[in-house]
């Protein structure tokens, strides 16, 4: 299947910095990512759609300055977290749709886990 | 109420075992069903998706969507250790867009 790498796997930081996470698909080309968290025993939840060339769409209470998305190629899309703060602390996942011959298909990430200390 | 339901478990089962993993839902306009395996620290993988209603089968897997409902079932035959990982409902209005997961139920296969 589809690979699509997500850079770094674990990351700490200090309270008020901010982390940049990369999400690449290898071998197809991704024109829509999409960025999930989650928090130890609850449900991944979907927190922005990011479509190549524009801007990204965040769902309901996710605050789209705090979590930056920038898709400005095919094949990446990062997610900075900025100003990181201890309730950042968890496990962000993203995830490529590709289009393949009779259907489409979305494909995950490694997923990083963020510590924020 | 969330939208998609899930039991955390964890389930233990002996190998060899025919595991049944369940979701129920709220939202009528879901019509893809999807069902993910995860291994810890690892991104979700996808096992079995479905449109609408009915069975499907992928060898020793088989997901089974009840619109009427609202309960989709996967079914594991002759479990193996190696199938121990926490299993994802998800399920969308539209394809593989918006997906809205369940919790996830914890699997243990002892050999």
């Known amino acids: 299947g589809a690979v699509v790498s997500q850079h770094p796997s674990r990351v700490i930081c200090k309270s008020g910095t901010s982390v940049k996470i990369e999400c690449r698909s290898l071998d197809f080309q991704a024109t829509t990512m999409f960025w999930y968290r989650q928090f130890p025993k609850q449900s991944l939840m979907l927190m922005a759609t990011s479509n190549e060339g524009s801007k990204a769409t965040y769902e309901q209470g996710v605050e789209k300055d705090k979590f930056l998305i920038n898709h400005a190629s095919l094949t990446l899309s990062t997610l900075t977290v900025t100003s990181a703060h201890p309730e950042d602390s968890s496990f962000y996942i993203c995830?490529?749709?590709?289009?393949?011959?009779?259907?489409?298909?979305?494909?995950f990430g490694q997923g990083t886990r963020l510590t924020v200390v | 109420q969330k939208e998609v339901e899930q039991d955390p478990g964890p389930l233990s089962v002996p190998e060899g075992a025919i595991v049944s993993l369940n979701c129920t839902y709220s939202?009528?306009?879901?019509?893809?069903f999807m069902w993910y395996r995860q291994y810890s620290r690892k991104g979700p993988e996808l096992l079995m998706y479905?449109?609408?209603?009915g069975n499907k089968e992928d060898g020793r897997f088989t997901a089974q969507v009840d619109k009427s409902s609202k309960y989709i079932s996967l079914f594991i035959r002759d479990s193996q250790p190696s199938d121990s990982a926490t299993y994802l409902c998800?399920?969308?209005?539209?394809?593989?867009?918006?997906?809205?997961f369940g919790t996830g139920t914890r699997l243990l296969v002892s050999p």
């Open positions: 479905t449109y609408s209603s």
């Open positions: 998800a399920m969308s209005t539209t394809g593989f867009q918006k997906l809205v």
């Open positions: 939202n009528s306009a879901f019509q893809y």
């Open positions: 995830s490529a749709r590709v289009m393949l011959e009779l259907n489409t298909e979305a494909f």
